[in-house]
């Protein structure tokens, strides 16, 4: 029974009386209104709090991380077109917050990469290249923009896990045999931690607002420098049930008051005397 309405970017939460009550989008240049019994905000750890900010909640979109990374590049002959499945293999450096996995990336991504830092031969090298993904568990900071802005310096305990974890990459990209070796300028995915749950959202993920939750990456509470897929499934599980278990509950409530009443207008009324 559900629509799904494509190209609409939502602008705000509609809230009354301290509930929410439904959206307000823009679809086609146009804006619209749209309804329903629980509001669940899904648009990511950078667009979630923006939406929210517009709603009424303005602590959203602070002190947040978004896993900075690197790669570092090396040749081998005769290793192939790169067209392996990337992320296959890896490490994970726990107690360092550095992750080191393969990724072997789409040809236009890595020539826009070396482009950035002017690597203008490299860039158009593909086949017997082995890139190495570093990526890092960073420290909470930074501001999200209400125009979707990000600015998050790295620290300097960001910077020395970004070269520890790249010394490590160098390293093996050597013992392979590897020649040519260099490393990609700084970027990053999975920003998260901007609703954080325990400050912006319960334990079920409810914000201030009745009937108003947040269901992605932004409600994580630290950050962990690993993938966040599996989490943001559990997580949309876990308020399936919960909202599931709350409707249920209401039904039951309405049915026994619904009971309740009948009985009362069924009951013969006593008659008094004078």
Not at 10 to 21: C, G, P, R
Not at 157 to 174: C, F, N, Q
Request: with cysteine; proline share 4%; net charge positive.
């Amino acid at each position: 029974g559900a629509r799904l309405i494509t190209r609409a970017k939502v602008k705000k939460v509609i809230i009354e009386n301290k509930q929410a009550v439904g959206v307000e989008y823009k679809h086609n240049r146009e804006i619209y209104r749209a309804y329903a019994p629980n509001i669940i905000v899904a648009a990511g750890g950078i667009g979630s709090p923006i939406i929210l900010r517009q709603s009424g909640i303005r602590s959203a979109g602070y002190d947040f991380f978004f896993d900075p990374l690197v790669f570092v590049y090396g040749t081998i002959k005769g290793l192939g077109n790169g067209k392996s499945v990337p992320m296959s293999a890896g490490v994970h450096f726990e107690e360092d917050g550095i992750v080191m996995t393969d990724f072997n990336m789409p040809r236009m991504l890595k020539i826009g990469f070396d482009l950035e830092i002017l690597k203008l031969k490299q860039a158009f090298s593909y086949a017997d290249t082995l890139p190495i993904m570093i990526k890092i568990r960073d420290d909470l900071g930074g501001s999200v923009s209400n125009n979707g802005w990000v600015n998050k310096p790295l620290t300097d305990a960001d910077k020395r896990k970004l070269d520890k974890g790249s010394e490590h990459a160098r390293r093996v990209l050597v013992n392979a045999g590897a020649s040519d070796i260099y490393r990609s300028y700084k970027v990053a995915a999975h920003p998260g931690g901007t609703v954080k749950i325990g400050e912006l959202v319960d334990a079920n993920l409810k914000t201030r607002f009745d009937n108003l939750y947040v269901c992605d990456c932004s409600v994580m509470p630290r950050e962990w420098g690993l993938p966040p897929t599996t989490s943001i499934i559990a997580l949309g599980k876990r308020l399936a049930k919960h909202l599931l278990a709350a409707d249920r509950a209401g039904k039951k409530q309405d049915h026994a008051a619904a009971t309740v009443n009948r009985e009362t207008m069924d009951a013969p009324m006593a008659a008094t005397a004078n």
